[in-house]
Structures are given as structure tokens and as C-alpha cells.
């Protein structure tokens, strides 16, 4: 894979083209993460070279996403010295505009709340950045256009934020055309974060394309499909209770079958190359046009140290030719709809 950083869009940020999506560090697609585990999966990052660090303030109900990256950094009271060098040997990118409200209806008892409004915003920022230790983000996201607020206002906010040094540069995530188009008329933006992988391809149709167009950065979440395309997944598997997959259509029934004989297609070809399936599924999606960098989630650093394996992994025109086919065989899966 070409590692050489690549600029987002216009602003004087670079990153890598693997980061370390820190999501399942809150244990919210599986519970039971330590905070342990958490550092030590930050740090394994930092270790293999992967120093796009990628969080949001939503990520757990009280941070603890973002308390992990501190705590590995060495940027919050009582964890580890040298803040200041790990702090600036990383690109660090948060998230505003999503929080948890308690819904006991539900189970978990949580229910998720977009919330564009500027001063929410301002708010959500402040705390993330407290519980990082840090002073700015690299990269800071709209985490979704919030359909009961002019998207000018939130874009409005995060331009003051950047003014105000708090971040070096602006993205937007889960977006449509229409919400780039009024967020970047109103903010200089940088990066736009969705989903996309082998199975998972909407973007391709219309988000990418506009990116490509108007030099934004496009990076790519679900990379691995929450795990499924990482090859450890059984037949008949049963998630527990607690493993959020378990309510994705692409983890059941005839489905998951179909999704799993997808992962098997490709095995043959991960071997033929001498790379883990991480590996060659990582450096497919970080080479495809328009793509800027692809966030895994992992959640120790042996997961680390394999995906970040596909810095290594060198696809050719045969192993390419072999996966188009078994995208084609398998069909496009229903993604997540941008809001
Ligand atoms: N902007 C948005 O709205 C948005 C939405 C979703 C995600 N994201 C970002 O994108 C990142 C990536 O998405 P994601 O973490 O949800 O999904 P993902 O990268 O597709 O999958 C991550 C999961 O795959 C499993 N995994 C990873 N490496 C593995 C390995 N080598 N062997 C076996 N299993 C492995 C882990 O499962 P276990 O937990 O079972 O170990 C991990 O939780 C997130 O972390 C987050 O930063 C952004």
C-alpha cells in the first residue's frame, strides 16, 4: 500500500491511509473493553505507525473513548510523560453533534440525540477536548447534519471553533450532497467522513464523486463491516446479548450465510499474496479512488498489529480482478443511509 500522508482537501492536516477508529475502545459494538485495553490498543497504534486517531464525543456515555486516548497519549493527569511529543505525532480527530440520553424503553437503556445547535456544540467540544488533556483537535466533524437545524449554524460553529484555534481543520460526516454543498458554502471544509467498504459502496454513486470534485477528503468508516471482514466470524455464530451486531441484518440469517460464503471468496487470494484477510480487505478500501484514509476499529493490539499489517500488503492486477468478481458475486449489501 502507498502509505505516503495524504492532505485533507485544502487545510494543512495530513494523514495516514489506515487510522485507528476508536469506537469499540467505548464498548459499544461489544461490551467488556477495559480501559486497559483501550490504552494499550491506542499505543499498539502509535507503535505500528497508525497516528490517525479517529473519536467522537459520543463515543461511550461518558467519554471513554476519548479518556483512553489521553490516557495513552500521556496527555491526562496521572497516566504516563512525553504528552507533548505523542500529542503532536498524532492527528487527532473528534466528533461533535451526537450524545446519549437515558431511554429506559430501550436496551441498553440509552437512545442517541443529534443535536446541531452552535451553543450544543460548543459545549460538547470544550468537555471532549478536556477529556482528551489537549488544547485543538486536527480534524473536527460534524457528526451528522441535524435535520432540525439550519446546517449554516452548526458549519457556523465549528468555522468559529477553528478560528478560535480549537481545531486545524472542518469535516462533515453522514452526509448527502445537498448537506456538503450548504455546509461548505457556509465553512471551509476539509474531509468528509462515511461509510464504505467492499459490500458497502453507495458513496460511489454520489458523495465520492463530489468530494473528488471540490478536493475534500474522503474518509471511510465500517472498512471491515464491524468485523465481519475480518475472517474470524463463525457459521451459526451467536452474539451475546451485549454485542450490538446483534440487531444488523448483515449478522443474521440467510444474510450473514451469504456474507460469510463473500469472506470466504477471498480468502484464496489474502494467501496467494502472503497477507492476513485484514490486511488485503484494508489495502483494497485505502486504494480505491477518492478514498483519503480508512479508519479500522480494533479493540487489543494483536488486531492492531494485523490490520496495520496492510500497510505492507501489495495488491496486483490479479488479486484485484479476483476480488471485482466476488464484489459482483455477492451483490451490494443495504448500508446506512446518510441523513
Ligand atoms: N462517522 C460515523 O458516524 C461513524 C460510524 C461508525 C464508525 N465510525 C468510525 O469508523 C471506525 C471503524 O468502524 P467500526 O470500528 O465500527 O467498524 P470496523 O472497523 O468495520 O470493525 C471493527 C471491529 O472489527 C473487529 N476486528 C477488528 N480487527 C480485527 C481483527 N484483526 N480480527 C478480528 N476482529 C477484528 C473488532 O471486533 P470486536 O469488538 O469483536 O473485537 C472491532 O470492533 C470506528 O471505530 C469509528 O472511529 C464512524
Same mark, same amino acid.
Given at each position: 500500500?502507498?502509505?505516503? #500522508?495524504?492532505?485533507? $482537501?485544502?487545510?494543512?492536516?495530513?494523514?495516514?491511509?489506515?487510522?485507528? $477508529?476508536?469506537?469499540?475502545?467505548?464498548?459499544?459494538?461489544?461490551?467488556?473493553?477495559?480501559?486497559?485495553?483501550?490504552?494499550?490498543?491506542?499505543?499498539?497504534?502509535?507503535?505500528?505507525?497508525?497516528?490517525?486517531?479517529?473519536?467522537?464525543?459520543?463515543?461511550?456515555?461518558?467519554?471513554?473513548?476519548?479518556?483512553?486516548?489521553?490516557?495513552?497519549?500521556?496527555?491526562?493527569?496521572?497516566? *504516563?510523560?512525553?504528552?507533548?511529543?505523542?500529542?503532536?505525532?498524532?492527528?487527532?480527530?473528534?466528533?461533535?453533534?451526537?450524545?446519549? %440520553?437515558?431511554?429506559?424503553?430501550?436496551? #441498553? #437503556?440509552?437512545?442517541?440525540?443529534?443535536? $446541531?445547535?452552535?451553543?450544543?456544540?460548543?459545549?460538547?467540544? %470544550?468537555?471532549?477536548?478536556?477529556?482528551?488533556?489537549?488544547?485543538?483537535?486536527?480534524?473536527?466533524?460534524? !457528526?451528522?447534519?441535524?435535520?432540525?437545524?439550519?446546517?449554516?449554524?452548526?458549519?457556523?460553529?465549528?468555522?468559529?471553533?477553528?478560528?478560535? $484555534?480549537?481545531?486545524?481543520?472542518?469535516?462533515?460526516?453522514?452526509?448527502?450532497?445537498?448537506?456538503?454543498?450548504?455546509?461548505?458554502?457556509?465553512?471551509?471544509?476539509?474531509?468528509?467522513?462515511?461509510?464504505? =467498504?467492499?459490500?458497502?459502496?453507495?458513496?460511489?454513486?454520489?458523495?465520492?464523486?463530489?468530494?473528488?470534485? !471540490?478536493?475534500?477528503?474522503?474518509?471511510?468508516?465500517?472498512?471491515?463491516?464491524?468485523?465481519?471482514?475480518?475472517?474470524?466470524?463463525?457459521?451459526?455464530?451467536? &452474539?451475546?446479548?451485549?454485542?450490538?451486531?446483534?440487531?444488523?441484518?448483515?449478522?443474521?440469517?440467510? %444474510?450473514?450465510?451469504? =456474507?460469510?460464503? &463473500?469472506?470466504?471468496?477471498?480468502?484464496?487470494?489474502?494467501?496467494?499474496?502472503?497477507?492476513?484477510?485484514?490486511?488485503?480487505?484494508?489495502?483494497?478500501?485505502?486504494?480505491?479512488?477518492?478514498?483519503?484514509?480508512?479508519?479500522?476499529?480494533?479493540?487489543?493490539?494483536?488486531?492492531?498489529?494485523? =490490520? *496495520?499489517?496492510?500497510?505492507?500488503?501489495?495488491?496486483?492486477?490479479?488479486?484485484? %480482478?479476483?476480488?471485482?468478481?466476488?464484489?459482483?458475486?455477492?451483490?451490494?449489501?443495504?448500508?446506512?443511509?446518510?441523513?
Amino acid at each position: 500500500m502507498n502509505a505516503t #500522508p495524504r492532505p485533507l $482537501g485544502e487545510s494543512a492536516v495530513s494523514v495516514g491511509p489506515l487510522g485507528l $477508529g476508536c469506537w469499540p475502545l467505548a464498548g459499544m459494538t461489544r461490551a467488556g473493553v477495559t480501559h486497559e485495553a483501550a490504552v494499550a490498543t491506542v499505543r499498539a497504534a502509535l507503535d505500528a505507525g497508525v497516528t490517525h486517531l479517529d473519536t467522537a464525543y459520543c463515543y461511550g456515555e461518558r467519554g471513554e473513548s476519548e479518556r483512553a486516548i489521553g490516557a495513552a497519549l500521556g496527555l491526562t493527569s496521572g497516566t *504516563a510523560g512525553n504528552g507533548g511529543r505523542r500529542r503532536d505525532a498524532v492527528v487527532l480527530a473528534g466528533k461533535c453533534g451526537i450524545h446519549w %440520553e437515558p431511554d429506559a424503553a430501550l436496551s #441498553p #437503556p440509552r437512545r442517541q440525540v443529534v443535536d $446541531g445547535r452552535p451553543e450544543r456544540i460548543r459545549a460538547e467540544v %470544550e468537555e471532549s477536548l478536556r477529556r482528551l488533556g489537549t488544547d485543538r483537535f486536527d480534524l473536527l466533524y460534524l !457528526h451528522a447534519p441535524d435535520p432540525a437545524v439550519p446546517i449554516e449554524e452548526s458549519a457556523g460553529e465549528l468555522q468559529r471553533l477553528m478560528a478560535a $484555534g480549537k481545531a486545524r481543520a472542518i469535516g462533515l460526516s453522514n452526509a448527502s450532497v445537498a448537506n456538503l454543498e450548504r455546509f461548505a458554502a457556509a465553512c471551509p471544509l476539509a474531509a468528509c467522513q462515511m461509510q464504505f =467498504n467492499m459490500l458497502q459502496r453507495e458513496i460511489e454513486a454520489d458523495v465520492l464523486p463530489w468530494c473528488m470534485r !471540490h478536493g475534500v477528503a474522503v474518509v471511510a468508516y465500517w472498512p471491515l463491516m464491524k468485523g465481519l471482514l475480518a475472517g474470524k466470524m463463525r457459521r451459526g455464530q451467536e &452474539f451475546p446479548a451485549d454485542d450490538s451486531r446483534r440487531k444488523y441484518p448483515i449478522f443474521a440469517g440467510a %444474510e450473514f450465510a451469504r =456474507n460469510l460464503d &463473500f469472506v470466504d471468496a477471498l480468502r484464496p487470494v489474502a494467501t496467494r499474496l502472503g497477507c492476513t484477510l485484514t490486511a488485503l480487505v484494508l489495502a483494497w478500501t485505502a486504494e480505491q479512488p477518492g478514498i483519503t484514509s480508512v479508519l479500522f476499529g480494533a479493540t487489543s493490539p494483536e488486531q492492531v498489529a494485523e =490490520n *496495520a499489517a496492510a500497510l505492507a500488503c501489495e495488491l496486483d492486477d490479479a488479486a484485484r %480482478e479476483s476480488i471485482r468478481i466476488a464484489i459482483a458475486a455477492r451483490g451490494p449489501v443495504a448500508g446506512r443511509r446518510a441523513v
